[in-house]
């Protein structure tokens, strides 16, 4: 068997939905797909929760009806008769969305985004299986907080692999059904609280699955060619990589390519699942293939970050920076979650570059601030290049002035600020 993920902007509009009865219809192999909420769903719904839990009822509700809309359209021009089951079907859904809506919030925030925006996913995999249904793609709806079992930390949850290992071979037999649809992201406790994995966790819920069931091969359906090695937002002369080993994989994902989630590619590792990254707009181009490969190099990659922050601490006494002080920034770092993307340090001060969190920094700041001194600069870039050489090193600095660098024998970051 094999595991199909589709994203969100695979799913995000009727044409999309049919072109993946298109790409189906060439498979016959035994299949899982995994789909993502539509569109931009996710962030849509994190306004609507965002809006209860501030006392907004009025911007919380008409949010929802915006994408109670947006699906109703999409249902429309794909199932036309509107006597279809799943119109009321989903009418339910949202009513019920509704009502929770009306009542205060009960649990803390964490809890309450999940049981809230876990539905998109819903929403999204009972839209796509009826319409593939209709389409002649016959598939079973499974609902993955049955079979994906977590533990109780809302909105990142840990998977216990215990319980899902039993209940997901005993959910995918395969024996009355060869195409089982089911959400990515979402899961459930034991005591069946709706959890989430963490933004973009669907090719994760995909990786979760394959490692299971043994897959032959995980694909993930994109919006581009494979993994390139820049986003094209900033180049326009993209290359894309045809073969990437799993460490390569897991080094760029860490440094921020986005086309797959970091936290993919080491269950498929641990069994040697070959993943596919491949365009769902050009189904039958090769993509990108992730497995166990060996070779000197790849071709140069690029990441860009930006709205960097730069913060600079130094112990007021001049001590040295070792093991003592150390530990005491990063414990501050850790316990306000605050994500360190690149650490350098010299005898006396200690270097830390990191994403523009307003909402952990100024507490990060201030607490390093009560036994150290803290300077920050905002407004910076961190680009990392895999592979890289003179030439590329050049070509990213134009009009930048370099604040930082490190490098290891493979991998060279530099936080810059852009002069132009
Ligand atoms: N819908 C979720 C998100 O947008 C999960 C995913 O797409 O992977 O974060
Ligand atoms: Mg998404």
């Known amino acids: 068997m094999k595991v199909f993920k589709f994203g969100g902007a695979s799913v995000k509009d009727a044409a999309a939905v049919k072109n993946i009865a298109v790409i189906l219809k060439q498979y016959p192999d035994d299949l899982v797909v995994v789909i ?3 569109g931009k769903t996710t962030n849509g719904l994190e306004r609507v929760l965002n809006a209860y839990i501030s006392g907004d009822k009025f911007r919380a509700l008409s949010e929802l009806n915006n994408i109670r809309d947006y699906h109703f359209a999409i249902m429309r021009e794909l199932l036309l008769d509107e006597s279809h089951a799943v119109f009321s079907e989903l009418e339910n859904v949202f009513n019920g969305l509704k009502k929770r809506l009306e009542a205060p919030p009960t649990g803390s925030y964490n809890h309450e985004y999940d049981q809230l925006v876990s539905l998109g996913e819903i929403i999204s995999t009972i839209i796509v299986s009826n319409y593939l249904n209709f389409a002649g793609v016959p598939n079973t709806w499974t609902d993955a907080r049955q079979f994906l079992k977590t533990d109780g930390n809302f909105r990142e949850g840990r998977v216990d692999w215990d319980i899902s290992d039993r209940l997901i071979r005993e959910t995918f037999d395969f024996r009355n059904a060869h195409l089982y649809v089911t959400q990515g992201f979402i899961g459930s406790t034991v005591n ?5 994995l963490g933004r973009e966790g669907s090719d994760y819920t995909a990786a979760i699955l394959a490692y299971i069931l043994s897959a032959e091969s995980v694909t993930v359906w994109k919006d581009v060619p494979g993994v390139l090695n820049a986003d094209p937002k900033w180049f326009d002369d993209t290359i894309r990589l ?4 799993y460490l390569d994989a897991i080094e760029l994902t860490y440094y921020g390519t986005s086309v797959i989630h970091p936290k993919t590619i080491q269950p498929l590792r641990n069994k040697g699942i070959r993943l596919y ?3 769902f707009l050009h189904p039958s181009d090769p993509g990108t293939v992730i497995g166990e490969d060996d070779y000197e190099k790849l071709i140069p990659s690029f990441i860009f970050k930006m709205d960097q922050v730069l913060i600079h601490v130094h112990p007021v006494d001049f001590s040295f920076i070792a093991e003592d002080n150390l530990e005491k920034i990063f414990r501050c770092f850790a316990g306000y979650g605050l994500k360190i993307n690149l650490m350098q340090n010299s005898a006396i001060s200690f270097d830390v570059c990191v994403n523009n ?5 100024p507490d990060v700041l201030a607490d390093l601030q009560k036994e150290f001194r803290v300077s920050s600069s905002t407004g910076l870039e961190l680009i990392t290049i895999r592979y890289y050489d003179d030439a590329t090193i050049s070509r990213v600095l134009i009009n930048k002035e370099l604040l930082l660098t490190q490098r290891t024998r493979k991998t060279i970051q530099m936080v810059v600020r852009d002069l132009g």
Do not use: F
């Not at 069946?192 to 989430?196: A, F, Q, V, Y």
């Not at 969190?357 to 920094?361: G, K, L, Q």
């Open 36 to 38: 993502s909420a539509m």
């Open 357 to 361: 969190d307003p909402s952990r920094i």
């Open 277 to 279: 990254v491949k365009s």
């Open 192 to 196: 069946n609280l709706t959890t989430t």
């Open 242 to 245: 045809e073969r990437i080993s």
